[in-house]
């Protein structure tokens, strides 16, 4: 019923810049935080960015001055400008969003994407 497209991603070399994009589709009534985790192979999943219903943005601390998030409401998107790219941001990068889909009643779930490989070489 509710998907979440992302795009974007690949092979950048350090200091290089890349971008990502995920938008959401289907029987949405509303769709509240949109954002992104990412995973490294051996490592925890952790937060890169997100963004709420009123534009309110956080970030993980090792993106902090590097990465941009943004958001076209409209569409049920976001973009995740990534610049002054490290090897250390390897990983899977996974779009996430909060979503309040209605039939009978309104229900919020979380939904994911299939994910995308940011790969930096140093």
């Known amino acids: 019923q509710v998907r979440l497209v992302e795009s974007g991603g690949g092979s950048v070399q350090t200091g290089g810049s890349l971008s990502l994009s995920c938008a959401a589709s289907g029987k949405i009534f509303s769709v509240e935080t949109m954002g992104w985790y990412r995973q490294a192979p051996g490592k925890q999943r952790e937060l890169v960015a997100d963004i709420t219903s009123v534009g309110k943005t956080k970030y993980g601390d090792s993106v902090k001055g590097r990465f941009d998030i943004s958001r076209d409401f409209d569409k049920n998107a976001i973009s995740l400008e990534m610049n002054s790219l490290r090897p250390e941001d390897t990983g899977n990068y996974s779009c996430?969003?909060?979503?309040?889909?209605?039939?009978?009643?309104?229900?919020?779930?979380?939904?994911w994407g299939q994910g995308t490989q940011v790969t930096v070489s140093s």
């Open positions: 996430y969003a909060l979503i309040v889909t209605r039939s009978t009643q309104l229900d919020a779930a979380n939904y």
